[in-house]
């Protein structure tokens, strides 16, 4: 699957929004995926996790993986699929105290693990995600990603693989001149 082949489901799907957002990031866009809106359909779903996973494979030709794990709420979806195109287990973290957290799965001393998120900007979560699999003795082999608008910035001790690569216009909130020319601000992802 080719970028704008990817692009163009998100379009299709209205998942590709236009106006003045706060990114979980805490920057400012005039675009915002919302992935959800894409993933409600499962077949759309299934065929951006399998492009994803053969995309890693082509690019990955030695990723060995026992374990797929998502931070919540985004990635667990993403997760999911990915985990079933790969045949291997997943597990996930969430959110306690605005801090994630491995609670229901317990991480086997040297499992290997695909790292799975649906949009990454600067990384955050996914990050966190790593230190977690890194505390409790597992590997992290690789990360997959379907929408990455680092725009190369984001990067980890991992390869990173993401199925469209792509750099909206951010800006800092003390600078954004949506804000200034009175642009309501919209939270759409969660924090």
Do not use: W
Not at 84 to 95: P, S, T
Not at 99 to 125: N, Q, S, Y
Request: proline share 5%; glycine share 8%; charged share 25%.
């Amino acid at each position: 699957m080719k970028q704008d082949d990817v692009l163009k489901l998100f379009e299709e799907t209205n998942a590709l929004l236009s106006g003045h957002f706060e990114l979980r990031s805490g920057l400012h866009s005039n675009q915002f995926f919302q992935c959800a809106l894409v993933l409600q359909y499962p077949r759309i779903a299934g065929r951006l996790c399998e492009a994803l996973v053969e995309k890693m494979k082509q690019e990955l030709k030695d990723l060995e993986v026992d374990t797929v794990i998502a931070p919540a709420m985004g990635g667990i979806t993403i997760g999911h699929d990915v985990a079933r195109a790969l045949g291997v287990r997943f597990i996930f973290v969430e959110k306690e105290s605005n801090e994630l957290k491995l609670r229901r799965f317990k991480i086997a001393p040297g499992e290997r693990f695909v790292v799975a998120e649906d949009v990454v900007t600067r990384g955050g979560r996914v990050q966190e995600t790593i230190d977690i699999v890194k505390e409790n003795g597992g590997v992290v082999a690789a990360i997959g990603i379907l929408v990455n608008r680092s725009g190369g910035k984001a990067s980890f001790e991992a390869p990173l693989v993401s199925l469209l690569d792509i750099e909206p216009v951010t800006y800092d909130p003390s600078d954004c001149p949506l804000c200034k020319a009175g642009v309501p601000l919209v939270h759409p992802g969660s924090k």
